[in-house]
């Protein structure tokens, strides 16, 4: 392994110690020969580990939370507003009866209901008798014309009836 | 960040505001912590952290408890905070206001923050993190301040883990170069 993939490693895999135990103890047999590399290694780990690891934790601003908080409400206010606001550009299209309205349109329908119902109900047994009894009428006229009624002793009694028959 | 109860998850998966609230107070930590080292500005931190919890918010749903919680809501900020590293290097690029000079850049003194904490280690980590690109910078923090292994990085930013190793041997390399510059000592 030439010194080029030595400081490869070094800036990688080495120092981070992701490499194994057998690749790590070749690389460490390598910089007891080479000065080089091991000044390089010193110096990587000065100027690219060494400032990170002290690295303070910032302060989360507890004001973030409320922002967020705030962001999501009126993300579902804007969702309910927008489906109302799509709801009231539709209305025009459909008619919504007011509730005073409906009720009073339908109670006046059942009425009218009602009412037609009743007077067909009354006219078909009106019309029933009439056709019921009209082949009966019709039998007795065949069946009995004026003069046997009147020849059979029938007659009404009257004076009208003395005199002229 | 402590392990969440998997039926503090489902709560909140179903539009719970309280579980979620608890979900927050367990994350928020080491997402405040990572988004601040990579976008390395207060006030854009702020912003991020508030575009992170958004998104886990309304994306709790598909999270289907394959891969850990964490994992998932470290991906979330890491996206979130290079995003809008990214955005903010462009509008710097368009108003030429992003010189060679790590000075002149801006990322030390646009950080007030740092200036307030007067810590001198603070101030080298900033300007530190401040040469690398979105995508090396995520990885070293990660790597050198969150402690994640190459795999677990590999996971949390879904790329191939030999990509992780030469991310961050572009950005040592280049914290390496700017160390024999000797601008540390100018600092």
Redesign the interface.
Known sequence: MNCKKIKELILTDYIDNEMSSEEKIRLNIHFARCPGCRKFFETAKNTVVKPFADAKRIVLPEFIWSRVKESIMAGQQKKAGFLVGVLEKLKPFFYIPRPALAVSTIMALAVIAVLTTTSRFNNKEGLKTDSEEQPEYSTYSIEAPVSSVLNNGGGFGTLVEEYFL | MRQIAQEILIKAQEGD?ES??NI?KET??FV??VA??IVNNKQDT?EV??DV??NI?HNLKSFRFQSSFKTWAYRITVNCAINHSKKMARERNRVKEYGNNLIQTGEISESPEIDK?N?G??K??SS?LGVLNADQRAC?VL???EGL??QEISNTLKININTV?TR??R???T??N??KEGLRDEL
């Open positions: 505001l979620f609230e927050y928020a930590g405040y912590n601040f080292r702020e952290v508030q919890f958004l918010y904490l810590d280690r603070e080298i980590i530190l070293i790597r050198n301040i292994s190459y190793r961050l041997k950005a040592r390399e914290l390496l700017l160390g």
